[in-house]
């Protein structure tokens, strides 16, 4: 039967849309080392261990400044991390059914094999794909693989014959997966199981759903692709991890545009630091200046001499924090009392802190006046013209 390039163009754009997003510092003089620049990073990212981040940043404050006035603070957070590549693990669970039998089975065939193909296997082998057919049992016809010549030979193997057993395709799917993880790193692997059925089983959709229950309490992604339009989509949209997992025909024009974003980061998981508490205990000799912090911190422990800011998510430039103190005392003075920040990753739950070095400010008194002296006082001025000597004649 002919193979048509707009049923291999639906079926690729269902798989494709399905697989999205699982590829996821005042001017003058400063205390610390004179000058008010940006610490550059501590350590080139190669260094790093996979899914390690080490954090570095600066608290800046004025070398000197006069008693009483307003003096500038900046705290500054970043860090360095080294990514992940977390493999895909992705099986192709594909009806070999009599139902399926003809131009439903080619379109099936059609679609597997370009996902196989976008996938761009030679260039991606963190990612690794299996076959495996059903009809009244499972059989496994390629192991999980990174062989895009070999796979495809196995695409084309899966034959229709009488018997429908759904809940044996899915669980030979579970087997696979769990053997696998034996062989992966601590960090594990995406793992994704793709049925492509019409969705009769023959025992109805209560096997079939006990079976996706197991597939969600492994972990796994379970996305369910009706094969036409006369699918029994109930029990596929069910039996998928969430209703938008599940693909049908008519979702083909939507599908299409998202195609070529189907291996977008190629596998990388970045690897950030979250949930990042910064923590700054004031001085009493330099009692803060309220409204001057920004941003705003946690206001019940600024009013305890405590400067407190939760951050959710750090961007690529880091963070900078500013507030401004009024300096009590004389002489070399500490800013503060200790400041630090703790940390963690999206890839590990154990906390670590970056400790802040405290900068001192020498607090000068304040110059006295200058007392200014009244000008002298300006000549008499002389008289001009001849009337001057006679008129001096006749007064003696």
């Known amino acids: 039967m002919q193979r048509t390039p707009e049923a291999r163009a639906s079926l690729a754009a269902i798989l494709a849309a399905a697989l999205v997003g699982l590829g996821a510092a005042a001017p003058g003089a400063v205390a610390r080392d004179r000058r008010a620049q940006p610490t550059a990073e501590p350590e080139p990212r190669t260094t790093l261990a996979p899914g390690e981040c080490t954090a570095y940043g600066d608290k800046l404050a004025p070398a000197t400044a006069f008693l009483g006035d307003a003096v500038p603070v900046t705290l500054t957070f970043n860090a360095t991390c080294a990514d992940i590549v977390v493999p895909l693990h992705l099986v192709f669970v594909m009806d070999g059914s009599a139902s399926m039998k003809g131009e439903k089975s080619l379109r099936m065939k059609d679609a597997a094999a370009a996902l196989v193909t976008s996938l761009d296997l030679p260039r991606r082998p963190a990612t690794r794909v299996a076959v495996i057919e059903f009809n009244t049992r499972a059989r496994r016809l390629c192991e999980l693989m990174s062989d895009e010549a070999l796979l495809l030979r196995c695409i084309e193997r899966v034959r229709t014959t009488r018997g429908k057993a759904i809940p044996s395709g899915l669980d030979e799917a579970r087997r696979l997966v769990v053997e696998a993880r034996a062989r992966l790193s601590r960090f594990g692997a995406r793992e994704v199981v793709l049925l492509f ?200």
């Not at 699918?231 to 991890?241: F, G, I, V």
């Not at 997992?245 to 545009?257: I, N, T």
């Not at 999206?346 to 304040?366: D, F, G, K, Q, T």
Request: aromatic share 8%.
């Open 197 to 396: 059925s019409d969705g009769r089983n023959d025992a109805a959709c209560a096997p079939v759903m006990n079976i996706a229950a197991a597939l969600k309490a492994e972990g796994l992604l379970a996305i369910m692709v009706c094969s036409d339009e006369d699918c029994e989509r109930e029990c596929m949209r069910r039996a998928a991890t969430s209703a938008r997992y599940f693909f049908d025909p008519d979702r083909f024009s939507e599908l299409l545009r998202v195609f070529t974003r189907i291996w977008d980061g190629d596998g990388i998981a970045r690897v950030i630091p979250l949930r990042v508490v910064v923590t700054d205990h004031l001085s009493p000799q330099m009692p803060l200046i309220w409204a001057s912090a920004d941003p705003r911190p946690m206001p019940t422990e600024a009013a305890r001499g405590t400067l407190v800011w939760p951050i959710g998510y750090v961007p690529g430039d880091g963070f900078t924090f500013t507030y401004r103190v009024r300096p009590l005392e004389l002489g070399q003075q500490p800013v503060g009392a200790g400041a630090l920040a703790d940390y963690r990753t999206n890839w590990s739950s154990a906390v670590r802190s970056l400790v802040y070095s405290e900068p001192h400010v020498l607090v000068l008194p304040r110059p006295s006046p200058v007392a200014t002296q009244p000008p002298p006082p300006s000549p008499m001025p002389r008289p001009h013209g001849r009337g001057y000597l006679p008129s001096l004649a006749n007064s003696m």
